[in-house]
């Protein structure tokens, strides 16, 4: 198992490269130009051809497309993803300030879906077509049909309008204060979580609904087992393979989500940056964000696949 | 063959007028109408019939483990030991589930679970049950998995059902079926899915183990060559009914039913005179939503009368030990 770890792990290169790629050129297709914007809001004394090629320049954007993205990578290999085109910082750094918001963001939101999404999924499917069937499944379809920026939004306006009350503003790093910390992720996490959990929940109580029907459960029940063991031991591990299949499809869409919670309930995370790169054109901002997102995106794939090996027997590592 | 006519042995399971519906598009399904059998100690009682005939169901009913909905037994009692099975309460039926009446099915390829160990799902009766003290359990399985003769048992306790044949799959199943010493083993048509050679070697098993612990067997097929082998009675089923009962040499020696002789036909022989051609029972079986009127065989029936396709047969007593369920003397018509 090792070994096919650190060969998924290689496998990431060529991924990689083929994405910065895309990444990379996308990012200029984007209308409007960085030049442009800060030749204006520096308030340069013309417009004149000649601060702007001297602009140009300074940035590295004289030569070709192609020579920049070479450059680019030559040094994103030495971990070095350039500087902020505005503040000059190193983008690594503006990076991993903002991380670990977004991961621990997401990492809650995920295990608030699944510890909605599982148990309810589960007993809709035990107790089909009953009371407690019917108030999951409507409960899943409110949650698909409610707009995250819209729950969020109401979150942060009526209880300020009706209480005076707002979710709090100020990050407290996890390790200085955990309760804090958690208090400011409570609500967005909450919100996120929720929303993610309708599919997850759906997905669960289809794959039990067939598990169920599946002869080895009927084998399971003729052994006089309980109905508990009936359906935590013989059912769910079985039910679990595609649950965690839709996980990790999830994760991208999760990261879309943040980038939306975060500006609305202002946390520095990667999706604040993210915005923040693309209204000003900071192209290596919006590059390093992408390529460490989808650093995230494959490691996340990679879990998946090794879930599968936990899992089902029939899959094999080492072949 | 002694034995076999015995009939002054204790009754083990007594079935009375067992009728099990399944509602299928708003329409009520008599899957099993009406069914009474019984099975004595010791005894190895077969069901046989086609596919649909109902004997899975019926099966299925006296361990209540009919999926519901659909299914839903409306009447009749079942009684094992004297007590009626269907008025015990959940935890009562569980707890006799594979203690007393264990249950092997037909599709030991997809009757373990996939994703656990064998001597995990083997273990499990006995655990659950309180069989065996907790520390003898795995020594049990492996006695279980001698006992069924599957080769390096220490080996296929870690195994996992997709590491073992059909054939091996199908011992795992008998030796789950037999970990906790039932009295009754329900085999449903537990070698269908097998071939032929590993179906004599399956059935000959199941046989002696059973006899070997002096429990009974219900054995339900549709192959009339299989029971005539290991069966002591016969009942046959027709569309959730029986149509004929009987010792085993009774049933195939002087078979009465039009329907137990066309099962008869439609088997290969060896005494058969080569190139002649098997005679399958003509028609398809009746939609039990909505049965023909009468007898239900009648539309297949070669020796229908005007009163069969009226009115239904009672299953009565012809001789001490034959029960059939036509108007018709086949004897003097054939």
Redesign the interface.
């Known amino acids: 198992m090792g070994a096919y770890v650190l060969r998924r792990l290689l496998a990431l290169i060529p991924t990689l490269l083929i994405a910065s790629v895309i990444v990379f050129g996308v990012v200029r297709l984007v209308p409007g130009d960085v030049l442009d914007l800060m030749l204006s809001e520096n308030a340069y004394s013309s417009n004149a051809p000649e601060d702007r090629a001297q602009l140009e320049k300074a940035l590295g954007m004289d030569k070709p497309l192609y020579m920049q993205y070479l450059s680019w990578a030559g040094n994103a290999l030495r971990g070095d993803l350039g500087e902020s085109l505005w503040r000059n910082t190193p983008v690594t750094e503006e990076i991993g300030a903002r991380l670990g918001v977004t991961l621990e963001l997401g990492i809650l939101a995920l295990l608030i879906a699944l510890i909605i999404a599982l148990p309810v999924g589960i007993v809709s499917a035990i107790r089909q077509?009953t009371l407690a069937d019917n108030v999951g499944r409507s409960f899943s379809i409110l949650a698909l049909a409610i707009p995250n920026f819209w729950l969020g939004t109401l979150v942060v306006i009526l209880p300020a309008l009706w209480w005076g009350w707002s979710p709090p503003t100020e990050m407290t790093p996890f390790f200085e204060d955990p309760i804090e910390n958690l208090k400011t992720f409570l609500v967005p996490s909450l919100i996120l979580g929720t929303s993610l959990s309708a599919v997850i929940m759906r997905m669960t109580r289809t794959m039990m609904l067939e598990v169920l029907?599946?002869?080895?459960i009927?084998?399971?029940?003729?052994?006089?087992?309980?109905e508990r063991?009936v359906v935590l031991?013989?059912a769910v591990?079985?039910a679990m393979i595609p649950v965690i299949t839709l996980v990790g499809i999830l994760v991208p869409i999760l990261f879309g989500g943040t980038v939306i919670i975060e500006q609305i309930f202002r946390l520095p995370g990667l999706g604040q940056l993210l915005l923040e790169a693309v209204s000003t054109r900071d192209y290596p901002i919006i590059t390093g964000v992408f390529l460490v997102t989808g650093v995230v995106v494959m490691l996340v794939n990679l879990i998946v696949d090794l879930c599968y090996g936990y899992?089902?027997?029939?899959v094999r590592f080492d072949r | 063959m002694n034995m076999k006519a015995d009939v002054t042995r204790r009754t083990l399971l007594d079935v009375q007028d067992l009728h099990t519906v399944f509602e299928k598009d708003g329409n009520e399904v008599h899957a099993v109408n009406q069914v009474s059998f019984d099975v004595k100690e010791g005894e190895i009682l077969a069901i046989v019939g086609e596919s649909g005939s109902g004997k899975s169901i019926t099966a299925m009913s006296l361990?209540r483990?009919i999926?519901s909905?659909p299914g839903r037994i409306v009447g009749g009692r079942v009684l094992f030991n004297d007590q009626d099975l269907l008025d015990l309460g959940d935890e009562q039926i569980?707890?006799?589930?594979?203690?007393d009446i264990?249950?092997i099915?037909q599709?030991p390829m997809?009757?373990?679970?996939?994703?656990?160990r064998i001597g995990r799902q083997l273990a499990?009766?006995l655990r659950?049950?309180g069989s065996v003290p907790k520390e003898k359990v795995r020594e049990r399985c492996l006695e279980l998995l001698r006992q069924v003769r599957l080769g390096d048992p220490e080996k296929r306790l870690d195994a996992?059902p997709?590491e073992l044949s059909g054939g091996m799959r199908q011992r795992v199943?008998i030796a789950?079926g037999l970990a906790c010493l039932p009295k009754l083993l329900i085999a449903d048509e537990p070698t269908t899915a097998l071939d032929v050679t590993v179906q004599a070697q399956i059935l000959e098993l199941l046989r002696d183990l059973v006899r070997q612990n002096n429990s009974s067997m219900m054995l339900i097929t549709h192959d009339l060559g299989v029971v005539a082998r290991y069966a002591d009675r016969i009942n046959v089923m027709y569309a959730g009914r029986i149509v004929e009962r009987g010792t085993a040499e009774e049933i195939f020696h002087r078979p009465k039913h039009p329907y137990t002789l066309g099962l008869m036909e439609s088997m290969p022989r060896l005494d058969q005179a080569p190139g002649s051609r098997l005679t399958p029972v003509p028609g398809q079986p009746p939609d039990l939503s909505d049965p023909p009127p009468g007898c239900p065989f009648h539309p297949r029936c070669r020796f229908a009368e005007a009163r069969c396709r009226s009115e239904r047969p009672p299953l009565e007593q012809i001789t001490e030990n034959h029960w059939k369920a036509c108007w018709v003397d086949t004897d003097a018509k054939r």
């Open positions: 077509e029907r599946q002869d080895y009927r084998t399971a029940w003729a052994k006089g087992l309980r063991s031991v013989h591990k079985n899992l089902d027997p029939k | 361990l483990l999926p909905p569980r707890r006799l589930r594979g203690r264990a249950m099915f599709e997809t009757s373990l679970n996939p994703s656990l499990e009766p659950v049950h996992y997709h199943m789950m």
